[in-house]
């Protein structure tokens, strides 16, 4: 038998509860909305990750992606911007040349 989203979604929920400083579990629930295509919901997740630990890449990546989903590309853009120039300071070439790309395609 399959797992359904809302039951992912809640054992995220019941694991965060648990652990609410784990940046892993917050991003892993913000996938999650972003997989459910709720955008607000992602938006938020990946807000409070960024606000605990600002040096997490993926969180802006991520953020920039649900932004342009949610239809406000100058927020996508900003959101990648700052994503890139973290990802450089940090070392992370790759994840800074993929937010490039992306804000390249925008």
Do not use: C
Request: without cysteine.
């Amino acid at each position: 038998m399959t797992q359904t989203s809302p039951t992912r979604l809640a054992q995220l929920q019941q694991m965060l509860a648990a652990e609410p400083a784990d940046v892993f579990l917050q991003y892993a629930m913000g996938m999650e909305h972003m997989r459910l295509q709720d955008w607000p919901a992602a938006l938020t997740t990946f807000g409070g990750l960024l606000q605990q630990d600002p040096n997490y890449v993926a969180a802006y990546f991520m953020s920039g992606r649900a932004l342009v989903q949610k239809g406000d590309v100058p927020a996508a853009r900003a959101m990648l911007t700052r994503g890139i120039e973290v990802a450089r300071r940090v070392g992370d070439d790759h994840a800074a040349g993929e937010m490039q790309g992306f804000l390249d395609e925008l």
